[in-house]
């Protein structure tokens, strides 16, 4: 009951999350979909936990935090660097990756 | 009795870390190899302090064994042998139980194989704490002596670093608790013996003897592996049980072995293979023959080698299970065993090769042979004490002698070991080296005061006593050869006119003899310490001796070598003063140290006194109390019973066999005093004769005489022992081998290699015709036109926007994710 509502939480700023990343143009927006992703996951990591009694969820989600603070610090440099070389962080102009 | 009620024995520091003495050796081994060359005395001075502090140790751990015998009896001896002086009882009929005295043991797990632990660790009772301090004590002067001798050698580091290995391996070996400890030991020596005879392995004959006595040893080694085995399979259910401890454990084997319910084909077999493996390590007949050849390496090597280590591991073994043997060979019933016999054979025909050497050193090596003989033959007729005590004393005068022809070669014969080309006339150039030497060779004999005479005159009186009269003949016959071959060598050395490099000549390096440092020096880019340059430029002719080319004949060593020389010879005049036993019946018996304090005692021990000590599962004593004094005690039929005859009682073990003692009398001591007289008598008549006056009669006898002549060459040829075994074993079981494995070699390999070659060629020409070029071309062709289309296809999908890639990601994760529910799910 608890624990479904939590889930369901997570499954909602999932949902968030991923339409941030699909639908927005600012870089900066990007990132901060994909924390909402990564913290989704954390909450469901933690929901689990709390459903099985074992502690390696809560484990887990401290792993999750950290990780994503290391790879938040590698995305701002990469739009720093983007910035800086061509004055716009949109990212709909950016198609150097195009096949 | 008084001795019960207080045997809580007492121990010590130094017991307890008996460990630390084989330890500093082998780390210092590995420090001299690391760092030897940078340092200023290039790794003698780590080898040096590591023997001596080896020798610290075992000097406390000796004293501290001392005391624990001394408590063991109640502090009624606190005063020791002082005190003992007062008592003057008839031997071992004072009715006393005196208790046995348990080794100090101090083990850890060295790994462990199912239920089977191996230790390691040490294990102090009175006969390894005795080798241990004689081994250090050997060590140090002979380390003390290679300063100089080696002096300049292009591989100076790695002598010092084996030279301590070697010392370590025996000391591992002496103190093994084990016999996985003990074959560890036993090996590091072999290897190092190895390294040491062939240390001057640039010329052939070197090597080649450091492979012979390599692989003759080898050949003793199988039967300590086998001996090992068969005892472990005999009596390994036997201390599991009573002991709760292992078959490999040595103590629990003592026990085993006298407690009346081992297999005697166990016992037998297994004694008979550990007992080749002493043949093989301590240079019995019919493996003897390494042990001359091993002259190649330096003479401290040999000296060494000879004295305190290597040769006395299969003596010490057989002294260590000695109630093995004695169960096995039926030694207290006074059966002609095995050990007895090729003892007598070795002291006999080793004795006879000596009189037709030419090397100095190699007549010091029978003589150690025949005198290793002497030990076996001790121990093969229940006379343990004698033989042990004859370790003793020979480690120091033996190591003497060798010292001394070092220092003859070294200073007075130009690098050679020639007695009939390079010496002659030396006793007034070198008066010290001779003097230790005349001391040495009297004890070697067993001349009255000097060491030799109290323990070999013991070991042939024992011999008798116990009941092998023609063996004890035997010994004596030994005893007159053995003044004699000395004598001979005496008198070539020392006295009548010099000759070659003694008579101050020069002449190159034509003698293969001549394989001392001399051509391996020259050219060696001269590493010498300050010590060794101040002495070189010193301006003293006598201390120049490094500088051999400088030398102008025969002169005095100097002092690094007559040191240790003058020690050994001092200990040569007085050891045998440790156990006088000839003299015990008028100053009493405590005298007799080595009895009190090596000689196992004698009584069973209630198993509830005996523990393992955990880890390396090896048994100690709680308590020495004799389980029940023995009713037969005192009787006249005490002799016969005891441990050894009777199996203990039930619940109890015995650790050694109670081994009678003769008593000495005045007669057999003249008998073989007045033998081995006679002996000096005629060989001097014969030297002069021979070598000095050149007497028509005997100059050229072996030229005349058919039968001298092939007595001669018999000798010469040493029995053609060595033609027998390269020539008809080792070719009658290598040649066959060789030729099967040529002809199998050549019809069956080749011609299965060939078929195979041939049928490979045939499969590839197929393989590549179809399918390689079919198939695989095909596949492959195939394959980059399917890339290709799919590539065009997927081009629009590639647009480059991240929003794009970022859809088409979390799309096909929406796919998983409900593809992964929907199969979960139903």
Redesign the interface.
Same mark, same amino acid.
């Given at each position: 009951m608890l624990a479904v509502n939590f889930l369901l939480l997570g499954a909602a700023l999932f949902c968030i999350g991923?339409y941030g990343?699909?639908? !927005? !143009?600012n870089a900066v927006m990007?990132l901060m979909s994909i924390e909402l992703i990564l913290n989704a996951v954390s909450l469901n990591f933690v929901a689990f936990a709390l459903m099985s009694g074992a502690i390696d969820g809560q484990v887990f989600a401290l792993y999750v935090i950290a990780v994503a603070a290391a790879e938040v610090g590698v995305g701002l440099a990469m739009v720093l660097m983007i910035y800086r070389n061509r004055k716009s962080i949109a990212?709909?102009e950016?198609?150097?990756?195009?096949? | 009795m008084l001795a019960a009620e207080a045997a809580q024995l007492s121990s010590g520091w130094f017991l307890e870390n008996v460990w630390l003495i084989a330890l500093i050796p082998i780390v210092s081994f590995a420090l001299i190899i690391a760092f030897g060359k940078h340092l200023p005395m290039k790794g003698s001075e780590i080898g040096l302090a590591s023997m001596f502090a080896s020798l610290v140790l075992a000097t406390g751990t000796a004293i501290q064994w001392i005391q624990r015998t001394n408590s063991a009896s109640g502090g009624e001896e606190s005063l020791g042998m002082l005190q003992a002086f007062g008592r003057s009882m008839p031997r071992a009929t004072e009715g006393e139980v005196q208790p046995f005295i348990e080794p100090v043991v101090h083990t850890w797990v060295w790994w462990s194989n199912g239920p089977l632990e191996f230790g390691i660790g040490s294990s102090a009772s009175g006969l390894s704490v005795l080798l241990l301090w004689l081994v250090a004590f050997i060590s140090l002067l002979v380390q003390v002596f290679s300063l100089d001798y080696v002096r300049g050698d292009r591989r100076y580091t790695h002598f010092f670093a084996a030279i301590t290995l070697f010392s370590g391996g025996m000391l591992v070996m002496l103190m093994a608790p084990n016999m996985v400890q003990l074959i560890l030991g036993w090996e590091i020596m072999g290897l190092c013996s190895f390294l040491l005879i062939g240390h001057w392995w640039e010329e052939e004959a070197n090597s080649r003897a450091a492979l012979k006595a390599f692989f003759t040893v080898r050949v003793g080694d199988v039967g300590l592996l086998v001996g090992t085995a068969i005892i472990f399979f005999g009596a390994n259910a036997w201390a599991v049980d009573n002991l709760d401890s292992n078959g490999f454990d040595i103590n629990a084997i003592q026990a085993w072995a006298l407690s009346g319910e081992a297999n005697s084909k166990f016992l037998l077999w297994g004694a008979i293979a550990l007992f080749i493996a002493c043949i093989g390590k301590s240079g019995q007949f019919p493996l003897h023959t390494w042990l001359p050849d091993a002259m190649a390496g330096p003479t401290p090597v040999s000296s060494l080698l000879h004295s305190s280590t290597m040769v006395v591991a299969g003596v010490f073994l057989v002294a260590q299970l000695y109630p093995v043997f004695w169960q096995a060979f039926d030694i207290g019933q006074g059966s002609l065993t095995f050990i007895a016999i090729i003892g007598a054979i070795t002291i006999i025909i080793a004795a006879l090769l000596a009189f037709v050497q030419d090397d100095i050193k190699k007549v010091l090596a029978y003589s150690t042979v025949s005198q290793l003989g002497y030990m076996m033959l001790g121990l093969g007729t229940g006379a343990w004490l004698p033989a042990v005590f004859h370790i003793f004393t020979h480690a120091f005068f033996k190591c003497c002698l060798f010292l001394c022809a070092g220092s003859v070669s070294h200073s007075g014969s130009h690098h050679s070991f020639d007695m009939k080309k390079d010496m002659g006339g030396l006793r007034k150039k070198m008066p010290i080296t001779f003097t230790a030497w005349i001391i040495s060779t009297l004890a070697l004999t067993g001349i009255f005061p000097f060491a030799g005479f109290w323990s070999k005159d013991e070991i042939i009186d024992n011999v008798g006593n116990n009941g092998y009269t023609f063996l004890m003949w035997v010994g004596l016959g030994g005893a007159v050869l053995t003044a004699a071959y000395m004598t001979r060598a005496t008198y070539l050395t020392f006295f009548g006119e010099p000759r070659g490099a003694a008579a101050g000549e020069h002449h190159g390096d034509e003698h293969a003899e001549e394989h001392e440092m001399e051509h391996i020096s020259v050219g060696a880019p001269e590493p010498r310490s300050l010590g060794a340059a101040a002495n070189a430029h010193g301006g003293d002719d006598h201390d120049a001796h490094d500088d051999h080319h400088a030398s102008d004949g025969p002169h005095e060593s100097g002092p690094l070598l007559l040191i240790p020389i003058v020690i050994l010879a001092f200990f040569a005049l007085f050891a045998g003063l440790a156990n006088p036993t000839p003299l015990a019946s008028r100053f009493g018996e405590g005298i007799e140290s080595m009895k009190k304090y090596v000689e196992p005692r004698s009584t069973p021990v209630p198993f509830e006194d005996v523990i393992a000590t955990g880890p390396g599962e090896s048994i100690m004593l709680v308590d020495g109390r004799p389980a029940a004094a023995p009713s037969s005690e005192g009787e006249e039929g005490a002799k016969k019973s005891g441990c050894g005859f009777d199996a203990p009682e039930p619940g109890t073990a015995c650790f050694f066999p109670s081994v009678s003692h003769a008593e000495p009398s005045f007669n057999k001591i003249l008998l073989s005093l007045g033998v081995v007289a006679a002996g000096y008598a005629v060989a001097i008549a014969f030297n002069i004769a021979f070598y000095g006056r050149k007497n028509k009669h005997l100059v050229g006898l072996t030229e005349r005489s058919k039968v001298m002549r092939g007595g001669f060459l018999f000798l010469k040829n040493k029995y053609y022992l060595d033609a027998l075994y390269e020539n008809v074993i080792v070719r009658a079981v290598a040649h066959p081998i060789a030729k099967g494995t040529n002809w199998f070699n050549q019809n069956v390999l080749d011609a299965t290699v060939n078929a195979a070659g041939e049928g490979a060629r045939r499969t590839g020409v197929w393989v590549y015709d179809n399918i390689d070029q079919k198939i695989v071309d095909g596949a492959v062709d195939g394959s980059g036109w399917i890339a290709e289309e799919t590539g065009h296809g997927l *081009?629009s999908t *590639? #647009? %480059?926007?991240? #929003?794009q890639? %970022?859809?088409l990601l979390?799309g096909a994760a929406a796919v998983g994710a409900i593809v992964l529910v929907l199969v979960n799910v139903s």
């Open positions: 991923v990343v699909i639908a !927005r !143009r990007v990212l709909d950016l198609s150097e990756m195009k096949g | *081009q *590639q #647009s %480059g926007k991240v #929003s890639y %970022g859809a979390f």
